[in-house]
T-cell receptor
Framework: AQRVTQPEKLLSVFKGAPVELKCNYS??????LFWYVQYSRQRLQLLLR??SRESIKGFTADLNKGETSFHLKKPFAQEEDSAMYYC???????????FGQGTILTVHP | GAVVSQHPSWVICKSGTSVKIECRSL??????MFWYRQFPKQSLMLMAT?????????EQGVEKDKFLINHASLTLSTLTVTSAHPEDSSFYIC?????????????????FGPGTRLTVL
């Protein structure tokens, strides 16, 4: 069975501070990991995926297979980063995404 | 590109009636569509996966006779909530994946619709 855990439901930081959203996963094979973001009153959209190894909007995430983690990081948070963030996993089952519980990030001015 | 629409964006209905929600891929052919349910400030729960021209595959615990899914074309999938009850009130989100040209691995990126808010009185 595949599972994604985001231990923090809420995360608050001040503008300019570093931010890390935690994600741990459970999967027996080699999964693909993603971060999705949902801004207020907007649809869910892909932020980044581990296989691309890219940085989007200053966010990065490294897949740590030893710790089964895929934490999302940004060195200097901005107010416009305030949103709901979901970590997600795809195993081998027809591209089905398994989502974590989500973390609401609030960046204060 | 890769836009997915849903209609209606919100619907209120009486208990016992049926409600149909449409999911359309506007600029690409969606070989696979997914239907999710989302509770307030909670995660998305996958309900079913549908491939064009074949029967939907439902997740464990999802009643297929209650949540009817049809994926008759490469641009349209519908979810019909039959004999709706107040406990069916939720936010329903669809996503679509297919030949959008953004495949970088064996995973075809899912593009999400804006969701439909269903309220059953």
């Amino acid at each position: 069975a595949q599972r994604v855990t985001q231990p923090e439901k809420l995360l608050s930081v001040f503008k300019g501070a570093p931010v890390e959203l935690k994600c741990n996963y459970s999967y027996s094979g080699s999964p693909e990991l993603f971060w999705y973001v949902q801004y207020s009153r907007q649809r869910l959209q892909l932020l980044l995926r581990h296989i691309s190894r890219e940085s989007i909007k200053g966010f990065t995430a490294d897949l740590n297979k030893g710790e089964t983690s895929f934490h999302l990081k940004k060195p200097f948070a901005q107010e416009e980063d305030s949103a709901m963030y979901y970590c997600a996993l795809v195993g081998t089952s027809y591209g089905k995404l398994t989502f974590g519980q989500g973390t609401i990030l609030t960046v204060h001015p | 590109g890769a836009v997915v629409s849903q209609h209606p964006s919100w619907v209120i209905c009486k208990s016992g009636t049926s409600v149909k929600i449409e999911c359309r891929s506007l600029d690409f052919q969606a070989t696979t569509m997914f239907w999710y349910r989302q509770f307030p400030k909670q995660s998305l729960m996958l309900m079913a996966t549908s491939n064009e021209g074949s029967k939907a595959t439902y997740e464990q615990g999802v009643e297929k006779d209650k949540f009817l899914i049809n994926h008759a074309s490469l641009t349209l999938s519908t979810l019909t909530v039959t004999s709706a009850h107040p406990e069916d009130s939720s936010f329903y989100i669809c996503s679509a994946s297919g030949s959008s040209g953004r495949q970088v691995s064996s995973y075809n990126e899912q593009f999400f619709g804006p969701g439909t808010r269903l309220t059953v009185l």
